[in-house]
């Protein structure tokens, strides 16, 4: 596999170096939760959460059920935040590998109070005897979570359950990486309604636990509103959030240098000559005005290289920049490298992004994402399964 065309390389020391940069940023009494939902944004969760073990991060946060189940059986040991819901039928697997829910609501509390009381009937124990939740908020993201006016009885029904505790509460911004004043505003009302869950909480003599509302945006930029922890995705993996990039860090005295961890890379498979007159790929949309030569790379929109960056895309072959012309195919798609290119030959990489000054890449996953009017963690994810990640310090 290693051996692989189309492959991404995920360089170690940049998610190395990123964490250290946003531990900076933070109090030395505030909690991080790693986000390495979907793989690590399409880098390797298991690459993230071994270094994050490493280098003493508190918390990992998944999306999905069978993400814990595969850091736990790979021997991650850290806490696990599960972001979003999960059905009934895997409630017995939130147990098994003591993956941490975050839940709301009337029904949801009661049929996992009950479920988590047949699962101790049956004779299981858990680590620290009992089994830990954190209450999530909606503040006005308007995702999941309960209504600050309800947050106190949702902790009193969490507190009143045999085996479950409420260990945590959390919230999500909206308009956090916004950094126009209708932005900011929001997130200072939501983090006032935030503010209130947890206050409505206390009074009712339940101890919150750990209180949490910030991902990458917040955890850069608003020290003020860390809470407890706050939970980055993005720039561990080496990209700003929207808006608070690093211009804008900047100017609030804030140094924040990252670095992308991911680069997406093929090889020329073939070099064609082209007359002119004759066309490229399907629907024939591009066509050669001169004679010139077409170079094949073996990627295409099967591998994550979305269709609709075409027109537009360039990749990097040697130092230099080459358009790809007509459509991507699903597996594979054309450059023009122009007639009798001496400096490329077949078998030469072609960096389509990565960390801009290292390896070859000219573009980095935020440049290809504005071209695709999209945003840098839909252009990592999408890099599809097939694509071997190889993992270089
Ligand atoms: C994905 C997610 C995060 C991380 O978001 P970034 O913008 O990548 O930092 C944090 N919290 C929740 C609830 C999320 O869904």
Redesign the pocket.
């Given at each position: 596999m290693k051996n692989e065309t189309t492959r991404a390389i995920i360089y170690r020391k940049n998610i190395e170096h990123n964490i250290s940069e946003i531990k900076k940023l933070l109090k030395p009494e505030t909690k991080m939760c790693v986000?390495v939902?979907a793989d690590g944004?399409g880098t390797s969760a298991l690459e993230t959460a071994r270094l994050c073990e490493e280098l003493g991060v508190d918390m990992l946060?998944i999306?999905r059920v069978n993400e814990g189940i595969e850091l736990r059986q790979e021997g991650i040991k850290l806490p696990l935040l599960l972001?979003?819901l999960c059905c009934p039928e895997e409630f017995e697997d939130l147990f098994k590998y003591e993956i941490t829910p975050?839940i709301f609501g009337r029904d949801h509390i009661t049929l996992l109070s009950e479920a988590c009381d047949d699962f101790v009937k049956k004779g299981n124990v858990f680590a620290d005897g009992f089994f830990n939740v954190h209450l999530a908020i909606d503040t006005g993201m308007g995702r999941i979570g309960c209504r600050k006016e309800e947050a106190a009885e949702q902790a009193k029904l969490i507190f009143s359950s045999k085996h479950l505790k409420l260990s945590g509460m959390?919230t999500?911004f909206a308009l956090s990486?916004c950094v126009e004043q209708k932005g900011i505003d929001y997130t200072n009302q939501q983090f006032e309604n935030f503010l209130e869950a947890v206050n409505a909480v206390k009074n009712a003599g339940i101890n919150p636990g750990i209180c949490h509302a910030g991902?990458?945006?917040i955890?850069c930029s608003r020290p003020d509103i860390h809470f407890d922890m706050v939970?980055?995705?993005?720039?561990?993996y080496g990209y700003y959030?929207d808006q608070v990039d690093k211009k804008y860090l900047a100017s609030k005295g804030i140094d924040l240098e990252l670095k992308p961890v991911m680069q997406f890379e093929t090889k020329v498979s073939a070099i064609r000559r082209f007359k002119p007159g004759q066309t490229v790929s399907y629907g024939r949309t591009w066509t050669s005005k001169k004679e010139t030569d077409i170079a094949v790379l073996p990627v295409g929109y099967a591998d994550g290289l979305l269709r609709r960056f075409s027109p537009g895309l360039k990749v990097a072959i040697n130092g230099k920049e080459y358009p790809v012309v007509g459509r991507i195919c699903m597996d594979q798609c054309m450059v023009d490298i122009g007639k009798d290119n001496k400096e490329i030959k077949c078998w030469d990489k072609a960096v389509i992004f990565g960390p801009v000054g290292q390896d070859g890449a000219l573009q980095d996953a935020e440049t290809l994402a504005a071209l695709g009017n999209t945003i840098s963690?839909e252009v990592m994810t999408s890099i599809s399964k097939r694509v071997p990640r190889i993992v270089v310090d």
């Open positions: 986000a939902k944004y946060a999306a972001l979003s975050f959390g999500h990486d991902a990458s945006a955890a939970r980055p995705g993005i720039i561990v959030a963690y």
